[in-house]
C-alpha cells in the first residue's frame, strides 16, 4: 500500500503543490499544505472510490485544508497579541517568474488580491486547464457558477490593473 | 488567445517545485505515516495477541480434557462430569467418538446420567459368545461418559440386546460386556427413554452472545456514523460483504443455540480461528484511520466475548 502511495505521490505531488500554491501565495505553506493534503489521503484512502479520478480527489482534499487554513487565519486576526505580519500571506514573487515581465509580475499579484472564490475559478480554468465541468465537479458548483465567478474573476483582475495604471491591451 | 492576461496566467503553469523540497516533504510525510500507523497497530496488536492467547487456552483446555485412560474400569465412584450420546445403528463401530468435537453427539442432563450412573452399578460381567454378538441388534447408542478428572469412558449401549428386554453395555476399550438384568433393565429403560425430554437443555446463555451480538452492531453503526467510514472497506463487492456477515452471524447464533446439546465444538475451532485471520487480513487492508482503529478493538472485544462464552460454558 505503501509503495503504491508513493508513487501517487511522486505523480500527483506536484500539481497539488501547484494547485495549493496558487491558493495560498506561499510556496512553504504551500508545501506543508501537500504534505498535509497526502497525509489525509493517506487517512482516508478507505474512502475514495477508484472509479474517481485521484487528482480530483487529492484537489478536494487539498481545498478543504487551505479553507481550513483560511478560516484559521481569520480567526487569528481578531486575536490582538497574533502580530499582524505574522498572519500576512504576501504573494512572493517565485524566481523563475522574476524574468516575465511587468504584465505577468501584475497579473500574479493581482491574482492575491481577488476573492477566494473568484482565484479559484481563475486558477482552475486557466492554469490548470480544466473544462467547465471539470472545475463544477470539484467546487461542487453548477455549470453557470464557474463560468460566472471565472468572468467575475478576470474583471476584477484587469481592474486592479487599471487602478495600478498598467497597460495590458 | 491573445488576452495578455490569460496568456499571463498560462504561463504561471511553469512554476517549479525543486526536487529537494519534494523529497524532504515525502521524507516528512513518510515519518508522520509511520508515528500514526505506530501509535494505532500497537493497542490493536496487543489487543489481538490477547485474543490468540485465549483462543489458544480455549483448544488446550479442550486438548486436555480429551485425554482418556481408555482401559481403566468404570470407575463408578468417580464424579461424572458429562455424559454424551449418539445414535448409531452398527454395533462394530463407534461413532461417538471425542464426545466434543463430532456433529451431532448430544449431551445428557443432569439427572438422566444420574440415573445412567445408578444403571451402571447394577451391572454384571458377562462373556457371551460369538453367535449371541452375532445375534445382537444393530440398533445402540455410542455414550461417552467424561469424569471429572478429565478420563473418559466410551460405552456402547444395546437396548435391545436379546429378546429378554436386557440392557447390555459394552465397554468399548476394554471389550467387556456389562448386562443388567431384565427386571431392572425394563424399569430403567423406561426412566432413561422418560428422559429424552431433558435432553434439550434451555438456558438464557444464548442470549448473551445475541446480546453481544446486537452490541455489536450498534456500537459498529455508531462508530462508521460518528468517523463517515463507508458500510464495507472496499475490498469485497458489497454482496459478498453481506454474505459474509450474514454466514457469521448465522454460525455463531447457531452454535450459541445449540452449545449444550449437540455439541459443535469440533467445527467451533475452526471457524474461530478462521473469524481471527479474516479480520486480521482486513485490518492489514485498512488505513490507520482512527475511526477503523476503534471498529478494530471493538471486533477484537466482541471475538474475546465469544471465546469467553464458550470458555465459561465448556469450563461449567
Not at chain 1, 81 to 86: S, V
Not at chain 1, 97 to 102: A, D, I, M, T, V
Not at chain 2, 216 to 228: D, Q
Amino acid at each position: 500500500m505503501l509503495q503504491q502511495f508513493q508513487q501517487d505521490y511522486e505523480k500527483h505531488s506536484d500539481t497539488i503543490f501547484k494547485y495549493i500554491y496558487y491558493l495560498v501565495g506561499n510556496k512553504e505553506l504551500a508545501e506543508d499544505l501537500t504534505q498535509e493534503t497526502f497525509f489525509k489521503a493517506y487517512q482516508y484512502m478507505h474512502t475514495y472510490r477508484k472509479e474517481a479520478n485521484i487528482v480530483t480527489w487529492l484537489r478536494k482534499i487539498a481545498r478543504n485544508l487551505v479553507y481550513d487554513h483560511f478560516r484559521r487565519k481569520r480567526i487569528f486576526q481578531f486575536i490582538p497579541f497574533f502580530q499582524k505580519d505574522c498572519l500576512q500571506d504576501e504573494a512572493l514573487l517565485p524566481e523563475e517568474f522574476l524574468l516575465k515581465g511587468e504584465i505577468f509580475l501584475a497579473v500574479f499579484q493581482a491574482l492575491f488580491k481577488i476573492k477566494l472564490e473568484y482565484r479559484e475559478a481563475i486558477i482552475l480554468r486557466y492554469i490548470e486547464e480544466l473544462s467547465v465541468k471539470e472545475v463544477s465537479d470539484l467546487l461542487g458548483w453548477s455549470e453557470a457558477k464557474v463560468k460566472n465567478n471565472t468572468t467575475r474573476g478576470l474583471r476584477a483582475v484587469r481592474k486592479i490593473l487599471g487602478e495600478e495604471g498598467i497597460c495590458y491591451e | 488567445m491573445n488576452d495578455p492576461i490569460k496568456n499571463a496566467l498560462r504561463q504561471m503553469q511553469d512554476l517549479k517545485r525543486s526536487r529537494e523540497d519534494k523529497e524532504l516533504t515525502w521524507k516528512n510525510l513518510e515519518k508522520k505515516m509511520q508515528v500514526d500507523t505506530k501509535r494505532h497497530q500497537w493497542q490493536y496488536r496487543t489487543a489481538f495477541t490477547g485474543v490468540l492467547v485465549m483462543l489458544f487456552l480455549f483448544i488446550i483446555l479442550l486438548v486436555n480434557g480429551n485425554e482418556s485412560s481408555k482401559n481403566g474400569m468404570i470407575p463408578l465412584k468417580e464424579e461424572i462430569a458429562s455424559v454424551h450420546y449418539v445414535a448409531s445403528d452398527t454395533k462394530s463401530q463407534f461413532i461417538g467418538k471425542d464426545s466434543r468435537l463430532y456433529l451431532g453427539v448430544k449431551k445428557l442432563s443432569l439427572k438422566s446420567y444420574r440415573q445412567l450412573e445408578t444403571l451402571l452399578a447394577l451391572h454384571q460381567v458377562i462373556i457371551p459368545s460369538e453367535s449371541e454378538i452375532r445375534a445382537f441388534d444393530n440398533d445402540t447408542y455410542d455414550l461417552i461418559i467424561t469424569f471429572k478428572d478429565g478420563h473418559q469412558q466410551r460405552l456402547k449401549w444395546n437396548r435391545y440386546a436379546s429378546e429378554n428386554g436386557e440392557l447390555l453395555m459394552l465397554d468399548w476399550d476394554k471389550k467387556i460386556y456389562y448386562i443388567i438384568p431384565k427386571d431392572i433393565a425394563v424399569n430403567m429403560d423406561e426412566e432413561i427413554f422418560a428422559f429424552k425430554s431433558d435432553f434439550k437443555v434451555w438456558s438464557l446463555w444464548p442470549l448473551f452472545i445475541l446480546g453481544v451480538m446486537i452490541m455489536e452492531a450498534l456500537l459498529s453503526f455508531l462508530i462508521r456514523k460518528k468517523y463517515r467510514l463507508p458500510k464495507k472497506p472496499d475490498l469485497y463487492p458489497e454482496k459478498k460483504w453481506m454474505l459474509v456477515d450474514i454466514s457469521v452471524s448465522m454460525v455463531i447464533l447457531f452454535m450459541a443455540i445449540n452449545l449444550k446439546s449437540p455439541l459443535y465444538a469440533g467445527w467451533l475451532i475452526p471457524v474461530v480461528i478462521i473469524l481471527c485471520c479474516w479480520q486480521f487480513w482486513i485490518n492489514q487492508k485498512l488505513t490507520p484511520h482512527r475511526g477503523y482503529m476503534e471498529l478494530r478493538l471493538l471486533r477484537v472485544a466482541y471475538l474475546l466475548s465469544i471465546i469467553m462464552y464458550f470458555i465459561i460454558l465448556f469450563a461449567s
